[in-house]
């Protein structure tokens, strides 16, 4: 087994965590997100971060933004013990050993908001990653509360994701993106304005259209829960 198929699996993440304990942002960090959390994410609201690892993602939420109630879980629980005891002393973050396919430990409607950042990318990398990301993409519908939002960083383009999202569940999706490389620097040409959204249509087609073929960004999927009439999920 590769290691990129290894994502999908508990002992990986023990091992890694085991041998690497100093912190690692996939992605993105804090301050660079900020504005795009700070618009979406209520800071007094209760947030869910998923496969959170020993990133130091969660803490920045807390520290820089002022967000009070953020609950982290990571299906290793190597991790997730190191980071108990590293913010034991930090009331606002919690964190819980869980797999993202089954949170039974939290009621249905628990949460403003669900960021994911790359834990979706994990298990698309493992066996059976459609049934697994499906799984998953059920499981944070149903602790979002009506109009949560999920917040998903991803290299996924829209031709690869859209789908997998419209199909998963009943979203609203709108797009922002943010360069692969973004520094606290404002860049003097941006690809995209961050806070502006992308145009998005059914099939995504528009995206290319408006930021060119293959461009050099992380994709920022802002998908609200919608209970419709007609919905066939229970809330």
Known sequence: MTSTQAY???WY??????NEPGPFD??????TLAPIINLYVPSDHPVLVVGCGNSAFSEGMVLDGGYTDVVNVDISS????AMKSKF???????YMKMDVRDMNAFESGSFSAVIDKG???SLLCGNNSRQNATKMLEEIWRVLKDKGVYVLVTYGAPLYRLRLLQESCSWTIKLHVIEKLASEEKSDYPVWE?????????DGSSVEEALGPNPDVHYIYICTKE???NSNKNA
């Not at 993440?13 to 085991?18: I, L």
């Not at 034991?88 to 919690?94: A, S, V």
């Not at 961050?194 to 059914?202: A, C, E, G, T």
């Open 13 to 18: 993440w023990d091992n890694r965590y085991s």
């Open 26 to 31: 996939w992605y993105q960090k804090y301050l």
């Open 88 to 94: 034991r002393d930090c009331p606002q973050l919690k």
């Open 78 to 81: 190597v991790v997730i013990e």
């Open 8 to 10: 999908g699996e508990p």
């Open 119 to 121: 834990t979706l990318d």
């Open 227 to 229: 209970i419709s009439a």
């Open 194 to 202: 961050l806070m502006k959204p992308v145009p998005l249509n059914d």
